[in-house]
C-alpha cells in the first residue's frame, strides 16, 4: 500500500528535550518538505530536500533540522532551541518539480 | 515577497447552498495554483490549476484559474456537511517550494 507515514501521531515532550519525528515514503517520490500548521497560519515551509544528501531550509527553519540519507526517509528533529514548537507537523512528498504535494497524516506535538 | 491570500478566512452554510472560495497570489514566476481540502489532517488534493480560463471539474466542485488578475476560484454547488472542512491554496513559484494561503474553514449546517 503506496503512502506516506508519519510517526507517532501524538507527541509529548518537556521543555528542553529534542525530538525526532519520522516520516517515511514508498512513493518513491524525490522531494521532501516539512510543514508546520498553526491554527489561522496556513502551513508553513521548515525544511524540504530536493534528492538524497541535499536539503535546504524554509522560511522557519531555525530550532529545526533534518537528514535525507535515504530516499525514503527525512526526519525532522525539534530542537529545544525552537521556541514554540508545539504545533501540528506534516510531512508531504512530490515526484517532479510541477506535480502535487502529497501529505502524510501529521504529527502533533505539544511540549509543555 | 511570493505570498497567497484566501477570503473569506471562514463561511457558515447550509445544506444546499453554493459556496465560492477565492485564493489571490503574488509570486515570481508562477507555475502552478493547487487546492487542497483539510478535515482531520492530511491535506487531501483536489486541483492542479497552470493555465487562464480553463475550469476544472470534479463532481460537484470546480475550479478556475485568472493568470492576468492573479487569482482562482473554487465553487462548490449543492453543498453536503461532509464538504465542512479547511480548504487550502497553494501556489508554486518557479522553485520546488509551494507556498500556502491560510486557508477558508467551511462548515456546512444540516
Known amino acids: 500500500d503506496g503512502g506516506i507515514t508519519q510517526s507517532p501521531k501524538y507527541l509529548f515532550r518537556k521543555e528542553g528535550q529534542n525530538v525526532t519525528l519520522s516520516c517515511e515514503q514508498n512513493?518513491?517520490?524525490?522531494?521532501m518538505y516539512w510543514y508546520r500548521q498553526d491554527p489561522g497560519q496556513g502551513l508553513r515551509l521548515i525544511y524540504y530536500?530536493?534528492?538524497?544528501?541535499?536539503?535546504q531550509k524554509g522560511d522557519i527553519a531555525e530550532g529545526y533540522s533534518v537528514s535525507r540519507e535515504k530516499k525514503e526517509s527525512f526526519p525532522l528533529t525539534v530542537t529545544s532551541a525552537q521556541k514554540n514548537p508545539t504545533a501540528f507537523y506534516l510531512c508531504?512528498?512530490?515526484?517532479?518539480?510541477?506535480?502535487?504535494?502529497?501529505f502524510g497524516n501529521g504529527t502533533r506535538l505539544t511540549v509543555t | 515577497e511570493d505570498k497567497v491570500v484566501q477570503s473569506p478566512l471562514s463561511l457558515v452554510v447550509h445544506e444546499g447552498d453554493t459556496v465560492t472560495l477565492n485564493c489571490s497570489y503574488e509570486?515570481?514566476?508562477?507555475?502552478?495554483l493547487l487546492w487542497y481540502k483539510q478535515e482531520k489532517k492530511a491535506p487531501t488534493f483536489l486541483f492542479m490549476l497552470?493555465?487562464?480560463?480553463i475550469e476544472k471539474k470534479s463532481g460537484r466542485l470546480s475550479s478556475i484559474l485568472d493568470k492576468k488578475e492573479l487569482f482562482s476560484i473554487l465553487n462548490i454547488t449543492a453543498t453536503q456537511t461532509g464538504d465542512s472542512a479547511v480548504y487550502l491554496c497553494?501556489?508554486?513559484?518557479?522553485?520546488?517550494?509551494?507556498?500556502f494561503g491560510t486557508g477558508t474553514r467551511l462548515k456546512v449546517l444540516a
Open positions: 497553494a501556489v508554486k513559484p518557479g522553485t520546488y517550494k509551494y507556498i
Open positions: 512513493l518513491n517520490h524525490d522531494a
Open positions: 530536500s530536493q534528492i538524497v544528501n541535499d536539503f
Open positions: 509570486v515570481t514566476n508562477f507555475r502552478s
Open positions: 508531504a512528498t512530490a515526484d517532479s518539480y510541477n506535480s502535487p504535494l502529497h
Open positions: 497552470t493555465s487562464s480560463g
